[in-house]
């Protein structure tokens, strides 16, 4: 029998809350915010195929590094290794995910188009909400192909902070003439 592949698991105090990072030697698997639940990550994994670990690695200090940087507003790329955990047509859609550059805002059409599947919107948007690295594999750059701010696994106004940080806010008001709600007025 063979040996699970140990991840290490640590937590992050950042702006938008605390955030779980958990990752192989090989590269970042996790990273959500605490609400979001690690151990539904746990339940997705092969049986017997990892065990996750209370300790640091590499990866899980570059993972810290880097966020504290980019929320300093000194990084708005990341080069951590990632080790993308899920089915090929989900590693696909996150993969397209890390060509939306900061600032970027992109729609789901927009992205199954990229991957080679124009109508593959909804299993797009699937896959996009299946994503268990916030952040460094950005999702939260992705809205509706009407500018609406559509789902975001740790919540809306993360979302909105996101993209407010990004400076993407100031080009998704120029890009709308009306919202149902103005979700940029203090």
């Known amino acids: 029998m063979k040996s699970p592949i140990d991840l290490c698991s ?56 880097q966020l504290q940087e980019y929320f300093d507003r000194k990084r708005t790329c990341f080069d951590i290794p990632l080790d993308f955990i899920g089915t090929d047509f989900q590693k696909k859609v996150w993969e397209s995910l890390l060509q939306i550059e900061f600032g970027k805002l992109s729609s789901y059409e927009d992205q199954s188009k990229m991957i080679g599947n124009p109508l593959a919107i909804r299993a797009m948007a699937h896959a996009n ?24 696994a740790g919540g809306i106004w993360r979302k909105e902070w996101l993209l407010d940080h990004e400076g993407s806010v100031k080009i998704l008001k120029t890009r709308l003439v009306k919202l149902p709600i103005d979700i940029f007025e203090a």
């Open 129 to 152: 909400g299946q994503n268990k690295i916030a952040i460094v594999v950005p999702c939260h750059r992705v809205i509706g192909k009407d500018g609406s701010m559509t789902g975001y």
């Open 10 to 65: 640590q937590k992050i105090e950042t702006p938008l809350g605390i955030m779980t990072i958990i990752a192989s030697d090989s590269g970042l698997s996790f990273l959500e915010f605490s609400q979001d639940n690690p151990s539904e990550f746990e339940e997705a994994l092969p049986a017997n195929s990892y065990r996750i670990l209370d300790k640091e690695n590499e990866i899980t200090k570059l993972t810290k590094m």
